[in-house]
């Protein structure tokens, strides 16, 4: 399964979210420091890019039906690198929400090439292993990413105003090159794996009927995820720790080590139990973290989130593609993944009204609820599937 080609993609999975990572320590800056700008436009600059990235997928269903798996992950790359060129040209911070569109766009491209190309070169009985291992690629770029955008970026002080407060055109020429290397490696993906499907006749629609639970359930586990990675910097911060960069730095040694060993056990255990097992992690490690409210609460948190994360993706892409003929795979992958800027969404706007309102716990309390919900849904869908069954015989 792991052919020269399967790396290949993983390679330029890898290469596109370490230009994503770069920008995700640098922008806030950009825009507050750069820009001059606030808080509202850093939001912006985000819902932009979801967004787009949701509205995007129907035409990148067609693109991928109609030229190829690689034309998805090649034209994907190439817009991140004409978005960032254009970041060089920014000299007003509303100039920033288009290109941050085009962004959208181009991640949501690559990602879906890049998730259905390892589905197709994968057995049917080890999809969710393959999903794992692509995971490393976005999770190794998404790390390592962020550290060198801030290395490059420099010390910028909380009152340094002007573009020139830090080496902001420096981090838009290396995530501008990490595209263009996304954008070339992409090329040896395969155009299409076996034979070319039948052109569809019917019309592409935004949302396949096969993606929508696995996808909801993905959506409450992304809140949970937005609570954490979101929320616990500022709460230990609260708690007086020095920092929360040990929370975060186990919390990728467990991702990195459990998709490694464990990419094959979701297929042994069976992929409903997986996600069952994932989203009773997250569930309890946001409502540890929300009653311990102390330092033990975060560091056990953590090592639960490690484990639901590390698993919830890969199963549920499995599941979601399990009964998909070829031809509308492209659909139920752009369908599914779409599900993780939903989530990121709602996450965002939810959990920081809660924060303004009741205060940094309870975005851990509503990052459980969401877990939880996500845990009803897969019960009932197992339930609904059971008797299905039961009346078939």
């Given at each position: ?146 550290i060198i955008g801030e290395l490059v970026m420099g010390d910028v002080a909380s009152n340094a105003r002007g573009l020139d407060a830090g080496r902001f055109d420096a981090v838009f020429w290396l995530m501008t090159i990490f595209a263009a290397v996304a954008a070339v ?40 995820w937005t609570a954490f990675s979101s929320f616990v910097p500022g709460f230990a911060k609260q708690l007086g720790l020095g920092g929360s960069a040990a929370f975060f730095t186990l919390y990728s040694i467990l991702c990195l080590l459990i998709r490694l060993v464990g ?131």
């Amino acid at each position: 399964m792991v052919t020269p080609r399967f790396l290949l993609v993983m390679g330029a999975t890898l290469a596109y979210y370490v230009c994503v990572g770069v920008l995700i320590p640098v922008l806030p800056v950009f825009v507050e420091n750069g820009m001059g700008s606030g808080e509202a436009m850093v939001g912006a600059t985000a819902v932009a890019f979801s967004v787009a990235a949701v509205a995007a997928r129907p035409g990148i269903t067609w693109i991928g039906n109609r030229f190829g798996r690689r034309s998805m992950m090649v034209w994907g790359s190439a817009l991140s690198v004409v978005a960032g060129l254009g970041h060089l040209f920014v000299t007003e911070a509303w100039q920033l929400l288009p290109l941050r569109a085009v962004m959208g766009i181009g991640e949501a491209g690559l990602f879906v090439g890049a998730s259905t190309v390892v589905v197709e070169l994968s057995p049917d009985n080890r999809r969710a292993e393959a999903a794992s291992y692509l995971s490393l690629s976005v999770f190794g770029g998404l790390a390592v990413g962020p550290i060198i955008g801030e290395l490059v970026m420099g010390d910028v002080a909380s009152n340094a105003r002007g573009l020139d407060a830090g080496r902001f055109d420096a981090v838009f020429w290396l995530m501008t090159i990490f595209a263009a290397v996304a954008a070339v490696v992409s090329l040896s993906a395969p155009r299409w794996v076996g034979e070319r499907p039948a052109i569809a006749e019917h019309k592409v629609s935004w949302m396949q009927r096969e993606a929508v639970i696995p996808g909801m359930i993905l959506a409450g586990g992304i809140v949970s995820w937005t609570a954490f990675s979101s929320f616990v910097p500022g709460f230990a911060k609260q708690l007086g720790l020095g920092g929360s960069a040990a929370f975060f730095t186990l919390y990728s040694i467990l991702c990195l080590l459990i998709r490694l060993v464990g990419a094959r056990w979701p297929e042994r255990i069976g992929l409903k139990r997986t996600v069952m097992f994932a989203l009773t992690c997250l569930t309890l490690g946001m409502g540890v973290v929300a009653v311990m409210a102390n330092e033990a609460g975060i560091w056990i948190g953590t090592v639960l989130m490690g484990f639901g994360m590390s698993f919830l993706y890969p199963s549920l892409l499995a599941m979601s593609v399990q009964r998909v003929d070829d031809m509308r795979r492209v659909a139920v992958v752009a369908s599914f993944t779409a599900f993780f800027e939903i989530g990121s969404a709602v996450g965002g706007l939810s959990l920081g009204v809660l924060g303004e309102v009741f205060g940094k716990r309870s975005t851990f309390v509503g990052g459980a609820v969401f877990a939880a919900a996500g845990l009803l849904i897969l019960i009932w869908y197992r339930n609904r599937s059971v008797n299905r069954g039961a009346v078939a015989l």
